[in-house]
């Protein structure tokens, strides 16, 4: 039976009741359940539905580790993503990872569905956590030389050669590729598989980075702003100053009569 009264302010309550983890929350609901005070009652509720928020999120996240054990079996599992196939300026660059089952890093997702501060974050906690990353990045005029389909087979030998390990299933973001042995491919595993979630997020990152960097070598681009995308001002920046050396010159003729180089 929750207790009628506390000796605690209704503040202090909510408070408590805010800041507590899911698996306290139960209890600190029954303490204070009865309590007549309306702000107490409120911070009950609120507490009741985070929980609720948390235990689905949870579920999620051990739902990709499960689709990766299915996928996976029980050798050495590598999860493979890219990020930068269709920009305009920049590398293509492939990550791969090794999650152990255990334990989960929570708040895994495609890392389309995450904000670049909560991508950071998971970013070095994948880095912790993982068993083995790889990354690959091919220049655009290595993309320019060879092709896209090629390139991308390249970046995703690369990445799980990088890992060190000899994987016995290479779980793929996407479709069939034939770029390494015992490739799977599962269209939408960023978002349904661990270790893939967890390569589209090292990538995103790993790359955002480096556009940065490029941004400050090559001003006036918005390197930083676009990741080297086609976006309007990155568009009529290549139209007024022409290209740079790290613009892939066979992604921007529509943009340019005659391709000039900075």
């Not at 507490?47 to 949870?58: C, K, V, Y």
């Not at 139209?239 to 900075?262: A, D, I, K, M, Q």
């Amino acid at each position: 039976m929750a207790n009628m009264t506390t000796s605690l302010s209704a503040t202090a309550v909510a408070s408590e009741l805010a800041s507590a983890g899911i698996d306290e929350v139960p209890a600190l609901v029954e303490r204070y359940g009865d309590d007549p005070r309306v702000q107490v009652r409120r911070a009950c509720d609120r507490a009741l539905r985070r929980r609720e928020r948390e235990l689905a999120e949870r579920e999620r996240v051990l739902g990709l580790y499960e689709r990766m054990r299915e996928l996976g079996g029980e050798g050495v599992v590598v999860g493979v993503d890219e990020v930068g196939r269709g920009s305009v300026a920049g590398p293509l660059t492939v990550c791969a990872v090794s999650l152990p089952a255990d334990p989960p890093v929570w708040g895994i997702n495609d890392s389309k569905q995450l904000s670049p501060a909560r991508r950071a974050v998971l970013a070095a906690q994948i880095a912790e956590a993982a068993d083995a990353i790889g990354i690959c990045h091919i220049p655009p005029e290595r993309i320019d030389a060879i092709g896209m389909a090629a390139a991308l087979r390249e970046a995703v030998a690369g990445a799980v050669a990088d890992t060190g390990l000899e994987p016995d299933c290479v779980l793929m973001d996407g479709n069939p590729l034939g770029a390494v042995p015992n490739e799977r491919d599962v269209v939408h595993g960023d978002a349904t598989v661990a270790a893939i979630a967890a390569a589209s997020i090292v990538a995103k990152v790993t790359r955002d980075e480096l556009m940065v960097e490029l941004d400050a070598e090559y001003p006036g681009y918005h390197l930083a702003q676009s990741k080297g995308y086609a976006s309007p001002e990155h568009i009529a920046a290549i139209r007024e100053r022409g290209l740079t050396p790290v613009h892939r010159v066979s992604f921007c003729g529509n943009f340019l009569e005659t391709p000039r180089l900075f």
